[in-house]
């Protein structure tokens, strides 16, 4: 039997549940262009918690007995292929072509076309993050403004897995990077710091050490990623060069946050302000791009080039053999995701 997490028609947010229920379901017959799909690992994404509460606009596109299958990230294995699929064959490795596939489920047949084949990575969790962490990350280095070698990156969240991809890209450019944390105790703000900085970020500051900061007003900062909004994109926007970019690519602080300009910000410094999203981003890019562009990701994973972030991943099993034991626990990890506390490491399933 197989397994799904649905957004639940009928929850119950008074009494605290996760707006999310589990299922067992036994998977529909292949048609002639459908493939059935084993899924091997998928992350609770920030994106798909706006999923559950009706804040993102692109829907999920996959449903069970009604109720949405969530889950925009992830990858599968093919199992079996009908009879005119000739993209994909069992054994590959696929990823979501496109976002509403639904990944919160331990087996899927879907139409051909809902897939991407990519090369096999050493770490299968790596696959699992590259439409929605790792592309991201890489489209915000190429994308947003011309940097330069030399130029410099900031960006709060700076422990986010999104984040420490940006570092590692810029790196192979000759980008040098600020990363902001959130205040915290000591000790703890060290262990961050020394993390990120073995990752290769230049400069790591907590939120309260950014204002008046002389080593930060000293750099040519060209472009700033915010994920937080509010107070802390302010901080950013004060630190860029002339010219520089502000991208705000989320908002961990709410949405309810303002970021207050002036005329300085505009007219003076002529100041670029930017919204982020990756699909406008993909769609850049042809089929054909986006493939090699994947498999360019997981050649330099496999060669280490690219590593996993040091922070900021927690594995949560799935035991697909047991419908009854893993249950619980996927509802408590979306529970946690929904939260929404800061500094929380990002949670990826993985299909036992």
Not at 314 to 334: F, K
Request: a neutral charge; aromatic letters at 8%.
């Amino acid at each position: 039997m197989a397994q799904v997490l649905t957004k639940s028609l009928n929850d119950n947010k008074d009494a605290g549940s996760p707006a999310v229920a589990f299922h067992t379901f036994r998977p529909g017959t292949l048609g002639s262009k459908d493939v059935l799909v084993r899924f091997l690992a998928a992350p609770i994404n920030p994106l798909d918690v706006l999923v559950l509460a009706d804040l993102y606009p692109v829907k999920p596109q996959h449903h069970f007995q009604g109720e949405p299958i969530i889950g925009y990230d992830g990858v599968g294995e093919i199992v079996f292929r009908g009879a005119q699929v000739t993209e994909v064959a069992p054994g590959d490795l696929v990823i979501p072509s496109k976002f509403g596939l639904g990944t919160w489920r331990t087996q899927a047949v879907v139409h051909v076309e809902w897939v991407q084949k990519i090369a096999r990575p050493a770490d299968i969790a790596f696959a699992a993050i590259l439409r929605i962490s790792i592309a991201p990350a890489y489209f915000l280095v190429e994308d947003m403004c011309d940097l330069k070698p030399g130029d410099w990156i900031i960006q709060n969240a700076a422990t986010s897995v999104v984040a420490q991809m940006v570092v590692q890209f810029a790196r192979k450019r000759g980008i040098h990077t600020i990363g902001v944390v959130r205040d915290r105790d000591a000790a703890e703000a060290e262990a961050v710091k020394q993390a990120l900085h073995q990752l290769g970020s230049d400069i790591v500051v907590t939120e309260s050490e950014v204002e008046g900061n002389a080593e930060i007003k000293s750099k040519r900062v060209k472009l700033a990623l915010d994920s937080v909004f509010g107070a802390s994109a302010r901080r950013l926007v004060d630190t860029l060069s002339p010219g520089g970019t502000y991208v705000q690519l989320g908002f961990l602080g709410g949405p309810k946050g303002q970021l207050p300009l002036n005329a300085t910000d505009i007219f003076g410094r002529v100041l670029t302000l930017k919204a982020f999203r990756g699909t406008s981003q993909m769609a850049l890019r042809t089929p054909e791009e986006q493939t090699d562009m994947f498999n360019w990701f997981v050649s330099r994973f496999n060669d280490g080039e690219l590593i996993m972030p040091r922070l900021g991943i927690n594995r949560i099993d799935w035991d697909s053999t047991n419908p009854h034991s893993g249950g619980e626990g996927l509802l408590n990890a979306v529970k946690r995701a929904q939260k929404g506390e800061l500094g929380q490491r990002k949670q990826v399933i993985i299909f036992k």
